[in-house]
């Protein structure tokens, strides 16, 4: 069974770019549009191997639904990827210190992109 | 804000647009002046506000349709890709605001932005006040332009910008920092 990779962002083209890469690498992709779509999609979703995370999004911001996640102890061990245009020190730091597996600043690079995804969670 | 000031603000805005763009699916030429278009252009404007203590402001992404839609990454419905070229248009000001808050906080200058918002035009003017901004830069690309507004604020009357501080340079962009 293919792995589940989970990608929040508030743009419908890179959630559309980041589905098409990872689907033809054999995972398969769930999509949320901002935080707290996010939050309730990995709620109520089985088995995710991982989350592809913006930060700056409306309602809920990425490192809000992260910190978010990780006081759920079922979620401990889920690894979240944040994908987005901030690269302060301090905004990358917090991510950090809130869980964050990996950072990547777009736009992205996708074989370098699916090469995190493979470290992370495996391949498909 | 004093001269000296807005010409660097404009060097950042410029340096950035000419940086993103291109990986945006947009070539530029040199930064200009804006040109006076057609005044019946369909244009899209991709709207973001920002804040922080020392700064704060909007940017507006302003280019023609067709030229957006030809930047699109992915290929388009043939019918009902409007909305598709909306949301593009609003991640590549996203982006362009994403690099030009990073070289500002490299200088010691932080601010927080907005999500965008992305309106159709047609027959848009500027008028007089919307021309007093830091820049007000237009980009030739292929037959017509994409011009990016940047109007800023700075409430206690000056924005120093410091020289670049090499530990606080944002990771290369597609670059993948994975923590341990």
Do not use: H
């Not at chain 1, 098409?20 to 996010?38: C, K, N, P, R």
């Not at chain 2, 991709?46 to 280019?63: E, P, Q």
């Not at chain 2, 604020?153 to 341990?180: K, M, Q, T, W, Y």
Request: net charge negative; glycine share 8%.
């Amino acid at each position: 069974m293919a792995k589940k990779v989970m990608v929040v962002d508030d743009s419908r083209t890179v959630r559309q770019q980041l589905g098409v890469l990872l689907t033809e690498a054999g995972y398969e992709v769930i999509e949320a549009s901002d935080g707290v779509d996010g939050a309730e999609e990995i709620g109520k979703t089985a088995d995710l191997a991982m989350v592809i995370c913006d930060v700056n999004m409306p309602r809920m911001d990425g490192i809000q639904m992260l910190s978010m996640l990780r006081a759920d102890p079922k979620n401990a061990n889920l690894s979240v990827l944040m994908l987005t245009t901030e690269g302060q020190p301090e905004l990358i730091a917090k991510a950090k210190a809130a869980g964050a597996r990996g950072w990547i600043v777009k736009p992205f690079k996708p074989d370098m992109l699916l090469g995190a995804v493979r470290k992370l969670v495996g391949a498909a | 804000m004093q001269p000296e000031e807005v010409v660097q603000l404009r060097e950042v805005v410029v340096d950035a647009a000419r940086r993103i763009f291109p990986g945006c699916g947009i070539e530029v030429g040199e930064a200009r002046e804006p040109q006076e278009e057609a005044p019946d252009t369909k244009r899209l404007v991709a709207v973001m506000g920002f804040s922080g203590d020392v700064l704060r402001g909007s940017m507006a992404l302003v280019a023609p349709m067709e030229l957006m839609r030809d930047a699109y990454p992915l290929p388009l419905k043939a019918s009902g890709w409007e909305l598709d070229v909306f949301d593009w248009s609003g991640e590549i000001a996203n982006r362009l605001l994403g690099r030009i808050r990073n070289a500002l906080a490299e200088r010691g200058v932080e601010v927080a932005p907005s999500t965008p918002r992305v309106l159709y035009a047609e027959r848009l003017q500027a008028v007089g006040s919307m021309r007093r901004t830091i820049c007000t830069v237009a980009f030739p690309s292929k037959t017509s332009w994409i011009e990016v507004w940047f109007d800023a604020l700075a409430p206690e009357g000056r924005v120093v910008l410091s020289p670049a501080d090499p530990n606080r340079v944002a990771p290369p962009e597609g670059d993948v920092l994975l923590f341990d």
